[in-house]
């Protein structure tokens, strides 16, 4: 499966933007993770894959949401009140297993991962 990441940008604090994240295939479990320059990859939100269930982490809880077409393959994340600390390259990345618990919270964990999409947020 691969993973196609699409739709960051500029924005400045306090705005809006949509990342959308389309699969060649399927893909159970899908997750965003950023990773901000000389940082490690951090777990952002994940969504199960009827969509019923979601994860956030504590920075994004409330600004931001994730959701997912699985007509189209396609999972997104709206950011809201964007902050300049959420400026990241964001990934998503997709789990082969339906059901991945504690495990969604790791990057390793997942199968495949899109190449990046960079979100810059200005002070």
């Known amino acids: 499966v691969q993973l196609q990441a699409s739709g960051g940008g500029l924005v400045q604090a306090g705005g809006s933007l949509r990342v959308s994240c389309a699969a060649s295939?399927?893909?159970?479990?899908m997750g965003w993770f950023r990773q901000a320059p000389g940082k490690d990859r951090e777990f952002v939100a994940a969504?199960?894959?009827?969509?019923?269930?979601?994860y956030y982490a504590d920075s994004v809880k409330g600004r931001f949401t994730i959701s997912r077409d699985n007509a189209k393959n396609t999972v997104y994340l709206q950011m809201n009140s964007l902050k300049p600390e959420d400026t990241a390259v964001y990934y998503c990345a997709g789990g082969s297993l339906r059901y991945m618990g504690e495990a969604r919270y790791t990057p390793d964990e997942y199968d495949y991962w899109g190449q990046g999409t960079l979100v810059t947020v200005s002070s």
């Open positions: 295939g399927r893909s159970y479990v």
């Open positions: 969504i199960s894959w009827s969509g019923g269930s979601t």
